[in-house]
């Protein structure tokens, strides 16, 4: 049997500063906030509710556009990939540093009025849900593969006539 591993994570919470976007060497677009995710619970001692903040530091590569709308507050839903890294302080001790590789980012809400503005005049392209996604490359490894054309020709399917005749 192979093993497999899990790499996933899933956040919704409120950013606690605005995004910040550099670029490296190569041109590529690094974008950097932090979000707050907030639990609740209640204690079985005293029997009232507690509230726990964690904060999460979140890396978005090659999505500079998505920068313009990620202001302090903004509620978001984000999808990615956690990675530690390390380096050596000052004194020589090794630090570790834990970030979430964000893929997917859409924008919830918190702002109100000024979310509604930014998103209407010039907002980058969405699909239905209201994601700002990654575009997906049309030819190369990542290509999406439509199996399904070849046997069009032999012996129509339900789907393969619903996609042809949606074009």
Request: proline letters at 3%; a positive charge; aromatic letters at 8%.
């Amino acid at each position: 049997m192979a093993s497999r591993s899990v790499n996933k994570v899933i956040l919704i919470g409120h950013l606690g500063r605005d995004a910040e976007t550099r670029f490296t060497t190569g041109g590529a677009a690094k974008t950097t906030f932090s979000i707050a995710t907030n639990r609740r619970w209640k204690d079985q001692q005293t029997g009232e509710f507690k509230e726990e903040t964690d904060w999460h530091n979140i890396v978005l590569w090659r999505m500079e556009n998505v920068a313009n709308y990620l202001t302090k507050g903004v509620q978001v839903y984000i999808e990615g990939r956690l990675q530690t890294r390390n380096y050596e302080d000052k004194d020589g001790k090794k630090v570790y540093f834990t970030e979430v590789i964000g893929d997917t980012v859409i924008l919830l809400g918190g702002r109100g009025a000024d979310v509604a503005a930014a998103t209407e005049e010039g907002a980058p392209a969405r699909s239905a849900a209201g994601s700002l996604r990654r575009p997906r490359p049309r030819s190369g490894a990542g290509a999406r593969r439509r199996p399904w054309r070849h046997r069009q020709r032999r012996r129509p399917s339900v789907l393969a006539w619903r996609e042809y005749s949606s074009r």
